[in-house]
Structures are given as structure tokens and as C-alpha cells.
């Protein structure tokens, strides 16, 4: 692969810097460390913002309002948005699986609806998958939908669903025929999260945020007209979702842990330990240079999966490699944070004697969730073993 930009990807980049530059809010440090509740609203507005000058989904197709970017531009694109430091976007499921999913499988009149309003914000999503025991067992689930006249009628549970507490929409995967083997009874349906039936009830996780939930399903309607690809194959539609969430993330992480180690790095020449600095601890320097090289890999694993997705069109399991790698790294980065700061890891944002803002407590606890949600660290090496190395089946 040739990683020279060519002069369109050059005049790509020049154009996307300008507007960054002139568009990239300045104050997300304030908000940056807030709880997501609270700075929802602001993300959103920075998603429209984007939206508006034509930046909030570069690799859809430009008749889907995208820019039909190539790998290589969308990688310039998250590149752009990390140096200058610029905050996430709102509708991230929306943006980077739901989306890509309908415009895969929706009908014309699914994407005319739903497409605009997941690029502007003005619609968010959430994933409706796992199920109290169904969860990397997907297909065993048991929310289940019977025809009722032109209408599906929902009855069940699903939980852990992320923006469940601020999602208009949800991609739901239901069992439509319980008489044939488990993956052949599945249907996604698009749930208006505002139909009568639908209750949220937000989670607290260790951070103290309430970023997922449980949604409960009370005999809910849902338009005929509202099943996304064919009826009983909602486990190839449910699939696509899962392969763009593996192989979507890697591309922008890499980003975010560069600059999570050059901060590592700025604090090792700082933070005292046994009578000198960190950073001239032999065991402290070695944790930094290996976290430092395995983000290098991971950003060239990247560009090995960019060169596949583009020669067959499709994320394919390969995703599940770049999974493991990141969430597992994430956390070998946040567990070296620890180790420097010591007794200081323990404070918070907000907390004047923490060093670096506090920012690290929260790191560390957030990153546990990496290895379990889009599907867990076992389940990503079994796909591993069995698609990409063509071992026999582990289950
Ligand atoms: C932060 C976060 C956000 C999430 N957001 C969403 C969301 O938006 N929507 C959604 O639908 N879900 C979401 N999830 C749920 C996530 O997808 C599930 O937690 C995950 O798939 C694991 O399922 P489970 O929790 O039921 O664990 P289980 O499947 O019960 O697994 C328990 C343990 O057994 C292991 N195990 C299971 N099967 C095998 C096997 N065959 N071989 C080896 N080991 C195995 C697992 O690795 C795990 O260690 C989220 C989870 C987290 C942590």
C-alpha cells in the first residue's frame, strides 16, 4: 500500500483543515470532562454543525448526503479531527453502523426517511441486541414479534443499549419464527423509541455515568413497513451492524491513544518516583515505548484492513483482530496511567490536586467495558480461529 497522499487527497485534506480550523468549537476542554448527559446536547450541536458543511459521514456515498471518501480520505478525516482536537460527534451508532446498515439493506423509502435525519443529529440511535441472556450467544435472543394485522407487535427485553436514554430510533433484532434453528427466526425491526410500550430505564455504570440501559417492549406496534432487510434474516442484517462496529472504530482510536501516550510521556517527565522522574525508571520506559510501538502496529493494522475493505467491498472478520488489539492496548495504556500517578490516580476531574486534570480515573474505569461490548475479547478470538485462521469451531 502506498501511504503517500496523491494531490486529490492532498486538495481533500487542505479542504476539510480550512473548514476544521474555522468550524472546531474552542471550548470543548470545558465540556470535554463533563458527564455525557450533560454534554449531549452540545455534541449534538457540533454534529449538525458538521453536517451542515457536508463533513458528518465522508464515506457514505454522496447520494446518501456522504462525500464517497475513500479509505484513505476518511482516514485523513479522523486524522484532521484529532489533531485539532475536535470534539466527537453525537449519533455515533447511528453514524457508524446503523446508517452504513440501512443504506446496505433499507428499502428507498427507509433511506429517504431515516438517512438525513442520522446525519444531522436530529435523530439519534441505538442498537437494540443483547438481551439479559443473549449476548455474545446473539442469536439466542427472546424478544420476539408477531404479525398483527399490518402491524408487528414487540414483546421483550434488551439491555446494556447504549444512548437507549436519548435515542429516538433503534435497530431491534426480534424472533419472528421460533420453530426453525435459532439464526433463521430473526428479523431487525426500526422501533420508534416514542411508540407506547417502549420503556428506558438508564444503568449506572462504575464511572457514574448512565451511558447504556435496559428497554422494555409492552406489546409495542411497529409498522410492517418498519422491518429492515428480509423477514427471518435479521441475523445477516444484525451481522453487517456487528462487522461495521468492529472495523469502523480502529481508524479514529489510534488517534485518541497517540495522544494518550504523549500525555503519558509529558507526565513521566514530571511525576517523581524512588528519588528521580518516571521517565528515567527502566520498567516505566520500557511500558511506555511498548504501548508506544503497539499503537504504531495498530495504526498499520488498520491500513492492512483499509487495503482489504477495499479490494472486497465489505468489513470482514479481520475487524475482530483490530477489536481485540485496541480494547485490550486501551487498557494496558490506562493501567500504565495508573502505575505513574499513584495514590493521584484516584481523583477525579475537577479535582485541584489531581495531575492532568483527573482525567485518568475516568479512563481507567471506562476502558474495562472496551474488552465485553461489541462483542467480548473470547468471542472476537473465536471468530479469529475459526474465519481468519480456518480452525475448526471452538462452540
Ligand atoms: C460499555 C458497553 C456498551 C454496550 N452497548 C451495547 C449496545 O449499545 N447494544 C447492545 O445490544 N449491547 C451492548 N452492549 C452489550 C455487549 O454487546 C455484551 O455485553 C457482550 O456481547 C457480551 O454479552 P454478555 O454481557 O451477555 O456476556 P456473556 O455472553 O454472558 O459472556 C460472559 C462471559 O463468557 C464468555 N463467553 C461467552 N461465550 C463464549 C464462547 N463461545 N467462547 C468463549 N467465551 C465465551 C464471554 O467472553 C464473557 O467473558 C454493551 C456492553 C458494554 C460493556
Known sequence: MDLNLTAEEKQFRDELRTWLETNV??????????????????????????????????SWPKEYGGRSASLMQQSIFWEEMARLEAPPMANSLGLGLIGPTIIAYG??????????????????????????????????????????????????????TSYGWVGDWCELVVRTDASVPKHKGLTVLLIDMKSPGVEVRPLRQMTGESEFGEIFFRDVRVPKENVLGKLNDGWNVAVSTLMYERGSYGARLHLLFKRNIGRLIELARTLPSNGHTAAQDPLMRQKLAQCYAEIEIMRLNQMRAFSRITATG??????????????????????????????????????????????WSYGYLRTRGNTIEAGTSEVQRNIIGHFVLGLPRSY
Do not use: M
Open 25 to 58: 468549537p474552542k471550548d470543548w476542554n470545558e465540556w470535554r470532562e463533563k458527564p455525557i448527559e450533560e454534554s449531549f446536547p452540545y455534541l449534538r450541536a457540533w454534529q449538525r454543525k458538521l453536517y451542515e458543511g457536508g463533513w458528518a459521514a465522508v
Open 107 to 160: 428499502t428507498d423509502a427507509q433511506k429517504k426517511r431515516y438517512i438525513p435525519k442520522i446525519l444531522s443529529a436530529e435523530e439519534i440511535w441505538c442498537q437494540g441486541f443483547s438481551e439479559p441472556n443473549a449476548g455474545s450467544d446473539l442469536a439466542s435472543l427472546q424478544t420476539e414479534a408477531h404479525l398483527d394485522g399490518d402491524h408487528y407487535v414487540v414483546n421483550g427485553q434488551k439491555v446494556w
Open 314 to 359: 465489505v468489513p470482514g472478520p479481520e475487524g475482530s483482530i483490530q477489536k481485540i488489539f485496541w480494547s485490550e492496548l486501551n487498557q494496558r495504556v490506562q493501567q500504565i496511567a495508573q502505575e505513574l500517578l499513584g495514590p493521584y490516580g484516584l481523583l477525579q476531574a475537577g479535582d485541584p490536586l489531581a495531575p492532568d486534570k483527573g482525567i
